[in-house]
């Protein structure tokens, strides 16, 4: 199974917001509302932003927010911060019950 | 606190097999699924496999499908990710994780994640 399709990389200014997009088939990101983002800075663990395709977790800024359309979903990033600056990765269930990522996006804060 | 602690770095050759500890607290350990997630240097998240600590189910990925066997041990509360047939690509940072606040479902997202344990395969 081939990994989910995201752009290597997005960058923005502070204060503007950018968008990375997860694309997949109607096997995984279209089938199911169960698509999650990840943050990771270099050196460490990944971390939770979205879960279920537009939840936050507690702790998360309401800056991230996530969206889906057909087998396409998006973490949008508003008031972009110099923090900001990771690697982000999409997830979804797929229809073979495992989990499958994305190819990562690298966000640079301009 | 939920925590995943994770065993130390290892050093194989190629042929060998690793097989890694997670160690959980802060919640019961049943009630969650647990994954393990793999990074090669400088790349992306590869998911690898899932166990249901509750009986012992696992589902893994067609990648690493007859080389990788996750297990789970109730008693310890105590997750392990075993790779045979080491090979110089298997060289990696991998990551247990799972959730302490879903429905208990493997759709939930990982929002607990260990220290991660890199592993080095090399003659």
């Known amino acids: 199974q081939s990994a989910l399709t995201q752009p290597a990389s997005v960058s923005g200014s502070p204060g503007q917001s950018i968008t990375i997009s997860c694309t997949g088939t109607?096997?995984?990101?279209?089938?199911?509302?169960?698509v999650s983002w990840y943050q990771q800075h270099p050196g460490k663990a990944p971390k939770l932003m979205i879960y279920e395709v537009s939840n936050r977790p507690s702790g998360v800024s309401n800056r991230f927010s996530g969206s889906k359309s057909g087998n396409t979903a998006s973490l949008t990033i508003s008031g972009l911060q110099a923090e900001d600056e990771a690697d982000y990765y999409c997830s979804s269930y797929t229809s073979s019950s495992t989990s499958l990522f994305g190819t990562g996006t690298k966000v640079t804060v301009l | 606190e939920v925590q995943l602690v994770q065993s130390g770095a290892e050093v194989k050759k190629p042929g060998a097999t690793v097989k890694i500890s997670c160690k959980v607290s802060g919640y019961t350990f049943t009630d969650y699924y647990m994954h393990w997630v793999q990074q090669a240097p400088g790349k992306g998240l590869e998911w690898m496999g899932l166990v249901d600590p509750e009986d012992g189910e696992t589902i893994y990925a067609e990648k690493f499908q007859g080389r990788v066997t996750i297990t789970a041990d109730t008693s310890t509360d105590t997750a392990y990710m075993e790779l045979s047939s080491l090979r110089s690509e298997d060289t990696a940072v991998y990551y247990c994780?799972?959730?302490?606040?879903?429905?208990?479902?493997?759709?939930?997202?990982?929002?607990?994640w260990g220290q991660g344990t890199m592993v080095t395969v090399s003659s």
């Open positions: 109607s096997s995984d990101v279209g089938g199911y509302n169960y």
């Open positions: 994780a799972t959730t302490a606040y879903g429905s208990g479902s493997p759709t939930d997202a990982f929002d607990i």
